[in-house]
C-alpha cells in the first residue's frame, strides 16, 4: 500500500517554493529560501532526513564561527546565515514530527476502521512497536499500551500474555521475518479469551507503505475460530516448507518478487484464501533470477502458496485484475477509502453510497459473481434493494428488510446470507457493513466486507450433526450420565438421569456448590461423600456402589464411576461420570453369595473326605475333614522338593498300596477316565485306615479337563465287617459243605445199601444153594441172576446221582472267552484289593467263538485266580496275577499265572480228595478238570522260575461234549 499526497498539495508546495526561491532573489535575503527547505522536508524519507538535519547543523556550527570570529568583516551576514539555518533545523524538527503523527495517524485510522467491522484491530509503527489496539482487548488483559509493548524475552511481553504457550515461539518468528520483508502477516495461533481459556484465532497484518515502497507502519486484526483451518492442518508439511522457503530474502513466493502492479491483487488473493480457507487461483507477473518478469499461476491455500510458470502459455500480457488505487488516498469518498483498507486485510471490500446504491466492489469479486456494481444497482429501479441479484431468493425479503432499516437509522448491518456465484451456485457468507458520516454526524456512504463461510457453515452443519447425534447416544443409553467442574459443582444431567432419578441439575446440587448426593440412601452418604472427596482432591478415579432413589421413591443399587477429562498441562477441566443400574446383579450376586455359603457348608460337612485338583493332578483345595484326617495343611506341602501329588501320596497312601494308585492315577490323567480305588490312607495319628477314593474331570464347553474333583470315604470299619462276614461265610460254607456231604453220603448209602444188601444176600443163598448136597444148580442159577440184578440196581443208583452233577448240554453259548474272563475280573476285584493284588489281563482282540456253558467255565476261572491270589498271601514284594487269553490252532489257551511258592505235589492235585490247604477238602481242582474235559478241553500245570506256578487250560474252537 502506498500513502502519498494529492496532488493539489503537491501543486501548492512547487508554487510555494517558485515564490520562496523568487523572494531570496529579490530581497537579497536567505529567509526566501525556507519555503523550499520546508518542501525538501515534505518529501524526505529515511536517511535523507538524518543527511539534512547534518547539513543544517555543519552550516549553523559554520554561520556561528564566522560570525564570532569576525572574518573578512562578514559578522553580520554570518549572523543572518547562522539564523536562517538554525530556523530551518527548527521548520525541519516540527515537519518531521507532524509526518510522523500523520504517519501515525493514518495507520491508527485504518485500524480503527477494521475495528469498526470486525470487532478489533491494531496497529505498530515500522519497527513493531503497537501504536494502537482495541480498548476492549486491553480491558481484558489488564494493560495499558505501554506496559503491552513492554520487552519481555522473545518480543512484546502483551504478545507473550495473549499467545498459548505453545504457538509463542512460530508467532514471534513470522512477525519478525514480516518486519524485516514486508510481506503479509497471516498465522493461526490459540489466543486467550475473555474466559480466561485459549481459543484458536486467525491474525492479518498489513505494512502501510510511503510513495517509495518503505513500510512506514502496520495495521490488522484478529478473528476468533473454533479451530485452525482444516486445509491448514491437511498440508502442514507443505505450509511448513513454504514458511522456510519464504524466509529467504529471495523466496519465490514473496511479494517482493510480484511485479508492482500485480501486487496488490496478489496480496488480495492471499488474504482471501487465509481467511475463508478457500482455494484462490490468481495471474501474476514474477520476477526471476535474470531480473525478468515472468507469467506465473499460483494457487494460493492457507498458509501456503503453490506457484507454476505460464509465461509461455500466456497470449494476453495483461494480469486478470490489477489495482493501484490507494486505500488511503484523501482524494476517493470515504466509503471507497474505509472498503479499501478492509480490503488490504481480508482480501474483499465493498462500498455504497448514502442511498444503498453499490460505489465499489473488488474487481476480483466482480469476476466471482460474474456482475458489475451497474448490474447490482439496476434492482433499485425496480423498488428492490441492490442485493436482489446476489442473494439467494429464500434469504432475500429477510436480508433487504434488514438492509432498509440500516440505511433509515445507520444502525451496524451484520448479516449471513446464501449468494449466488457466476457459476450459478449458492455459498454462504458473513457480511458486515458500517456508515461514514460527515462533521454533522450525517451518513455518507457505507463500507463492508463479505467473508466466504460456505465450508464454515457446513462444518457448522456437520459438528451439529455430530452433537446431535452424540446427545442422541448420551440420552439413549442405558446409563445416567453427569459432568462436574474440576472442583466437583454438577454442570450436566442427561435426560435418562432426570427420568430415572425425578432428580435436575438443580436438585442434586448444594447451596456453595458442591454436590448434594441427594439421590443417594442415607446409609450410604456417608461412604459415598467421603470417596468422591478424595476423588475430586487428588484426581484419582472415582467407583462407588450405594443405593440409588428412583423416580417412585424406591432404592435400586447402582455402580457410579468417574474419570477426570485433563489439559495438556495435566490439569483436571472437568469430571465425567455414569452410573449403571446393578440392582439385578447385586441381587444375583447375594444369591451366589448365598448359594456358595450353603454349598460350602455342605461340603464342610459331608460325611466325606473332599479334595480338588488341577487339571494336572496337583490338589487346590481340601476340605475341612480331610485336612483334620491328613494332620496337615495343603500348603506344607509347598518347598518340600516334590509336587503336591507325590508329597500327598507318599505321605499318606500305605507303602504297599502307593504303586498302585500312583499307577492308576497316572493313567486317570492322561486319558481323562474316572478314577476309582480301595487303598490304606495314613491318619493323623499314624493309623492306616481303609478309604474309597473315586474322582472324576469336570470339563469346559469344548471338552478340556478345568478341574478334578476327589471324594474319599472312610471305609475301614466296612472293610473289616466283610472280610468278618467272609469268613464267617467261609466257615458257613465249609459247615454247609459238610453237612451237604454227609447227607449226600447218607442218601448214597441208603439207595446204594438195598441193592447191595440184596447183592449180599443172594450171595449167601446161592453160597448155600451151591455148598447143598446135591448142589442145587437150579436155584443157584437163579440166585446169581438176582445177584446180577441188584448190582446193576446199585449201579442205576450212582449213574443217577452222577447226573445230578451232569450239566446238559443244552446249556452251552458260543462267545469269546474274554467276555466271561471280564466277569470273573469283576467278581474277583474286590478281593483282589483286600489281598493287594494286582491282576493284569491281556486278552487277543481276535479270539474266535467258543461253545461253553458260562457259568462252569467261570467257575473254573474263579477258582484258578483265587488259587492264584492265595498262594502270593505270603509273597513279598509286589504281587500280580498275570492272565492271558490267546489262539493257539485250533483251540483258545488260558494262562493264569502267579508268584506263589509253587506246587509241592503237581502229580496229585487234580485227584480228588487231596488238597494242600489246611481247610482244604481237595475237591476244586478236580471239578475244574472234570469241567474242562467235559467241554473237550484240557486242564494242566507248570512251574515258574524262580518261583511260582501257571496253571493252563485249552478250550476247542468246536467243543463237544465228553461222552
Not at 518529501?43 to 543527511?51: D, P
Not at 474466559?195 to 513500510?215: E, I
Not at 446249556?811 to 476285584?829: F, P
Request: proline share 4%.
Amino acid at each position: 500500500m502506498t500513502a502519498v499526497l494529492p496532488q493539489q498539495r503537491l501543486a501548492l508546495v512547487i508554487g510555494v517554493s517558485v515564490v520562496g526561491i523568487a523572494a531570496s532573489w529579490l530581497t537579497a535575503t536567505p529567509f526566501g529560501l525556507l519555503s523550499p527547505i520546508a518542501a525538501l522536508n515534505l518529501y524526505a524519507r529515511g536517511r535523507t532526513v538524518q543527511l539534512l538535519y547534518a547539513i543544517f547543523g555543519i552550516a549553523l556550527a559554520g554561520s556561528a564561527l564566522a560570525a564570532w570570529s569576525d572574518v573578512g568583516g562578514m559578522r553580520d551576514l554570518a549572523l543572518l546565515w547562522a539564523a536562517f539555518f538554525a530556523v530551518a533545523l527548527c521548520i525541519a524538527a516540527v515537519i518531521a514530527k507532524s509526518l510522523s503523527a500523520s504517519r501515525s495517524a493514518d495507520e491508527v485510522w485504518a485500524a480503527q476502521v477494521i475495528e469498526s467491522v470486525v470487532g478489533n484491530a491494531w496497529a505498530t509503527d515500522a519497527a513493531g512497536r503497537f501504536t494502537y489496539v482495541t480498548p476492549s482487548t486491553l480491558s481484558v488483559l489488564g494493560m495499558t499500551l505501554e506496559e503491552f509493548n513492554s520487552p519481555s524475552e522473545g518480543g512484546p511481553s502483551g504478545w507473550r500474555r495473549i499467545i498459548h504457550p505453545d504457538d509463542y515461539e512460530g508467532a514471534v518468528a513470522t512477525w519478525r521475518r514480516c518486519l524485516q520483508t514486508g510481506e503479509l502477516y497471516n498465522v493461526e495461533h490459540r489466543m486467550l479469551r475473555a474466559s480466561g481459556a485459549y481459543g484458536w484465532s486467525r491474525s492479518s497484518g498489513q505494512p502501510l507503505r510511503d510513495s517509495q515502497g518503505h513500510v512506514l507502519a502496520w495495521y490488522g486484526t484478529i478473528i476468533d475460530g473454533d479451530v485452525p483451518l482444516v486445509v491448514s492442518e491437511r498440508f502442514a508439511d507443505v505450509a511448513s516448507a513454504a514458511l522456510e522457503e519464504k524466509a529467504a530474502p529471495d523466496a519465490p513466493h514473496s511479494l517482493s518478487l510480484v511485479h508492482p502492479n500485480d501486487r496488490t491483487a496478489t496480496a488480495h488473493a492471499a488474504a482471501r484464501a487465509f481467511w475463508t480457507g478457500v482455494p484462490q487461483v490468481t495471474r501474476h507477473r514474477q520476477l526471476q533470477a535474470d531480473g525478468n518478469y515472468r507469467w506465473t499461476e499460483t494457487r494460493s491455500e492457507p498458509g501456503y502458496s503453490v506457484s507454476v510458470d505460464i509465461d509461455d502459455l500466456v497470449t494476453d500480457r495483461e494480469p486478470l485484475t490489477t489495482t493501484g488505487l490507494d486505500p488511503l488516498g484523501e482524494h476517493e469518498a470515504e466509503p471507497i477509502r474505509s472498503a479499501k483498507v478492509i480490503e488490504s486485510i481480508f482480501g474483499n471490500g465493498w462500498a455504497f453510497d448514502a442511498a444503498g446504491r453499490w460505489i465499489y466492489l473488488h474487481p476480483f469479486a466482480q469476476n466471482s459473481l460474474g456482475v458489475t456494481p451497474e448490474d447490482l444497482n439496476a434492482s433499485l429501479k425496480e423498488g428492490h434493494t441492490a442485493w436482489k441479484r446476489l442473494l439467494h431468493p429464500d434469504d432475500y425479503d429477510q436480508i433487504a428488510a434488514a438492509w432498509r432499516h440500516c440505511l433509515a437509522t445507520g444502525d451496524h448491518f451484520n448479516v449471513e446470507f446464501r449468494f449466488r456465484r457466476a457459476t450459478g451456485i449458492y455459498v454462504w457468507a458473513r457480511t458486515a457493513a458500517r456508515p461514514t458520516r460527515d462533521s454533522q454526524g450525517h451518513i455518507t456512504g457505507w463500507f463492508g466486507i463479505a467473508l466466504d463461510i460456505d465450508v464454515y457453515k457446513k462444518t457448522v452443519a456437520a459438528l451439529r450433526g455430530r452433537e446431535r447425534q452424540l446427545q442422541q447416544l448420551i440420552d439413549t443409553v442405558p446409563a445416567l450420565i453427569w459432568t462436574t467442574t474440576p472442583q466437583g459443582t454438577p454442570t450436566y444431567v442427561n435426560k435418562r438421569f432426570i427420568d430415572v432419578t425425578g432428580a435436575t441439575l438443580k436438585d442434586i446440587t448444594d447451596a456453595d456448590g458442591s454436590p448434594s448426593l441427594s439421590v443417594i440412601h442415607p446409609e450410604d452418604v456417608g461412604a459415598a461423600r467421603r470417596a468422591i472427596g478424595h476423588s475430586f482432591a487428588t484426581g484419582d478415579p472415582y467407583v462407588q456402589r450405594y443405593r440409588q432413589l428412583r423416580a417412585d421413591g424406591s432404592y435400586r443399587w447402582t455402580e457410579t464411576r468417574a474419570e477426570p477429562l485433563r489439559g495438556e498441562d495435566g490439569a483436571i477441566l472437568q469430571w465425567y461420570g455414569v452410573c449403571v443400574d446393578i440392582h439385578d446383579l447385586v441381587a444375583t450376586q447375594d444369591a451366589l453369595r448365598e448359594r456358595e455359603r450353603f454349598v460350602w457348608q455342605l461340603v464342610e460337612t459331608l460325611p466325606a473326605l473332599i479334595d480338588c485338583a488341577a487339571p494336572d493332578g496337583e490338589p487346590i483345595y481340601r476340605s475341612q475333614q480331610l485336612r483334620e484326617f491328613l494332620g496337615y495343611e495343603l500348603e506344607e506341602l509347598d518347598g518340600a522338593g516334590k509336587s503336591r501329588l507325590n508329597g500327598t501320596l507318599d505321605a499318606g497312601v500305605h507303602p504297599d498300596d502307593v504303586a498302585g494308585v500312583k499307577e492308576q492315577y497316572a493313567h486317570s490323567l492322561s486319558t481323562g477316565e474316572p478314577y476309582a480305588r480301595k487303598h490304606r490312607l495314613r491318619r493323623f495319628d499314624g493309623e492306616y485306615r481303609w478309604v474309597e477314593t473315586r474322582a472324576a474331570a469336570m470339563r469346559n464347553a469344548e471338552g478340556a479337563i478345568v478341574q478334578w474333583n476327589v471324594i474319599c470315604l472312610d471305609i475301614d470299619g466296612e472293610v473289616r465287617m466283610q472280610e468278618e462276614l467272609r469268613l464267617a461265610r467261609e466257615r458257613l460254607a465249609r459247615a454247609s459243605q459238610a453237612a451237604s456231604l454227609a447227607e449226600l453220603s447218607a442218601s448214597i448209602a441208603h439207595e446204594v445199601n438195598q441193592p447191595l444188601a440184596a447183592v449180599v444176600a443172594n450171595s449167601h443163598a446161592c453160597h448155600r444153594w451151591l455148598s447143598a448136597e446135591p448142589p442145587n444148580l437150579e436155584r443157584a442159577k437163579i440166585t446169581a441172576e438176582r445177584i446180577i440184578r441188584d448190582a446193576n440196581a446199585a449201579a442205576d443208583v450212582v449213574s443217577r446221582i452222577r447226573a445230578l452233577f451232569k450239566q446238559s448240554m443244552d446249556t452251552r453259548i458260543s462267545t469269546t472267552l474274554g467276555s466271561v474272563m471280564a466277569e470273573a475280573r469283576n467278581l474277583m476285584a474286590e478281593e483282589a484289593t483286600r489281598r493287594r493284588v494286582r491282576v493284569d489281563i491281556d486278552v487277543d482282540s481276535n479270539l474266535p467263538l467258543v461253545a461253553l456253558d458260562r457259568v462252569q467255565v467261570q467257575q473254573v476261572l474263579v477258582n484258578l485266580i483265587r488259587n492264584g491270589m492265595e498262594a502270593m498271601d505270603s509273597a513279598a514284594g509286589d504281587r500280580v496275577l498275570r492272565i492271558r487269553v490267546r489262539r493257539m490252532g485250533d483251540v483258545v489257551q488260558t494262562e493264569i499265572s502267579d508268584h506263589g511258592s509253587g506246587v509241592e505235589f503237581p502229580d496229585k492235585i487234580f485227584e480228588p480228595f487231596f488238597t494242600t490247604k489246611e481247610q482244604g477238602m481237595g475237591m476244586g481242582l478236580a471239578i475244574c478238570r472234570s469241567i474242562i474235559e467235559s467241554h473237550g478241553g484240557r486242564l494242566w500245570m507248570e512251574k515258574n522260575e524262580p518261583h511260582g506256578a501257571t496253571f493252563i487250560f485249552t478250550l476247542p474252537v468246536e467243543a463237544k461234549a465228553a461222552p
